[in-house]
C-alpha cells in the first residue's frame, strides 16, 4: 500500500514556474514508476510526465515537452514535477500516481493502482 499526497500548486501568472511534489508514504516507493497527471474542468484526465522505477528515462506528452521536468528522490520518497513557462492552458488538478506497469504503459491512466488528492494550478494571463 502506497499513499501518495501532493502539494506545490497555486496561482501563478503565465510565464511563471512551479515545482510540485508528490509525497509517499507506504513499503516499496523506489519499486514504483511514477507518474503526473492533470484534470482540467470538463475535460478527461490526461497524462502529463512519467518516470520509471530506476528513473532512468523520463516521459512526456507532447504538449508539455520541454517545459515540464519530473524527478524522483527515492532516498526522500519524493517526486517531484518542475513546470516552467506556465500557460492559462495548464491550469488543471495535477495527481500523482503509483505503478507497477513497464515503461511502453506508462501513459495510460488505467494502469496505475495508487493515486493522490491532487494540487490545484491554476495560471492566471
Known amino acids: 500500500q502506497v499513499q501518495l499526497v501532493e502539494s506545490g500548486g497555486g496561482l501563478v501568472q503565465a510565464g511563471g514556474s512551479l515545482r510540485l511534489s508528490c509525497d509517499a508514504s507506504?513499503?516499496?516507493?523506489?519499486?514504483?514508476?511514477m507518474g503526473w497527471f492533470r484534470q482540467a474542468p470538463g475535460k478527461e484526465r490526461e497524462f502529463v510526465a512519467a518516470?520509471?522505477?530506476?528513473?532512468?528515462?523520463?516521459y512526456y506528452a507532447d504538449s508539455v515537452k520541454g517545459r515540464f521536468t519530473i524527478s524522483r528522490d527515492n532516498a526522500k520518497n519524493t517526486v517531484y514535477l518542475r513546470i516552467d513557462s506556465l500557460k492559462p492552458e495548464d491550469t488543471a488538478v495535477y495527481y500523482c500516481?503509483?505503478?507497477?506497469?513497464?515503461?511502453?504503459?506508462?501513459?495510460?491512466?488505467?494502469?496505475?493502482?495508487?493515486w493522490g488528492q491532487g494540487t490545484q494550478v491554476t495560471v492566471s494571463s
Open positions: 500516481a503509483a505503478t507497477t506497469a513497464g515503461s511502453a504503459y506508462l501513459q495510460d491512466p488505467g494502469l496505475y493502482t495508487y
Open positions: 507506504g513499503r516499496g516507493f523506489s519499486t514504483y514508476s
Open positions: 518516470i520509471p522505477w530506476t528513473g532512468s528515462n523520463t
